[in-house]
């Protein structure tokens, strides 16, 4: 009786290590997508941010200083307002939703800046380049990519620890159907804003390329 009982305990914590294991395995997924949707938004903002402060600050004649001081500004800006959309659209003020973003998405977009600008620190010219300039965008899709990559395991570490933006997540969608004013905030989904990026990085680089030839 002891064998059987013995046996049956056995087989039953063996199904439970394997389910336990399963489930790891697919949270492990969950997270991945999490951190890089986490990721793409905050680059999207970065990049709009960043592009736009370099057309300000040239249109207007600002220092170099000056100009990514505004670039580095207004890409915080971006990166949280393209997080605050969803929990805006989910329910939430605008005041709880900037609380929210600013604990969510410091970290990761003060990471990309970092990263972002020493890159292009370290291509020559590509500071000085100018928006008309293929080493302007050549530069900037590098230095994109390695803000990426630097801030992705960031957020898969803040996420795996209820952290970053494991506080906005359960907030998306929070109230059912969307309506009133709430309809016309836009949803974004990560494919999308990658693609974004991409097209914009690209048409970029075409315009810069073809003003070089002319």
């Known amino acids: 009786m002891n064998d059987a009982a013995t046996s049956a305990r056995t087989h039953h914590d063996a199904h439970g290590a394997h389910h336990a294991h399963g489930a790891d395995a697919g949270h ?6 999490m951190a890089a ?6 680059l999207t ?13 040239t249109a207007v004649g600002l220092a170099a200083g000056a100009t990514i001081a505004l670039s580095v500004a207004l890409a915080f800006f971006f990166g949280y307002a393209l997080s605050s959309l969803p929990l805006l659209r989910g329910g939430l003020s605008l005041r709880a939703a900037l609380a929210l973003v600013l604990a969510a998405d410091t970290v990761s977009i003060l990471t990309m800046e970092v990263v972002d600008n020493l890159v292009m ?7 000085d380049a100018g928006l008309v ?18 801030a992705y395991p ?20 929070a109230s059912g159907a969307v309506t009133g004013w709430r309809r016309f905030i836009p ?6 804003l990658a693609a974004a990026i991409a097209a914009f990085m690209l048409g970029g680089l075409v315009v810069a390329v073809a003003d070089g030839l002319a």
């Open 37 to 42: 949707s986490a990721t793409l938004h905050c």
């Open 154 to 173: 960031v957020n898969r570490w803040l996420l795996s620890r209820g952290k970053g933006h494991a506080l906005t997540h359960a907030h998306h969608g």
């Open 28 to 33: 492990g997924g969950g997270l991945a997508s």
């Open 187 to 192: 949803d974004l989904p990560a494919p999308a």
């Open 133 to 150: 300039n293929a080493v302007f965008w050549v530069g900037m899709s590098i230095s994109l990519v390695a803000a990426f990559a630097a």
């Open 121 to 127: 620190a370290v291509i020559p010219g590509a500071m």
């Open 45 to 57: 903002g970065c990049a709009i941010g960043e592009i736009l402060g370099l057309m300000i600050g």
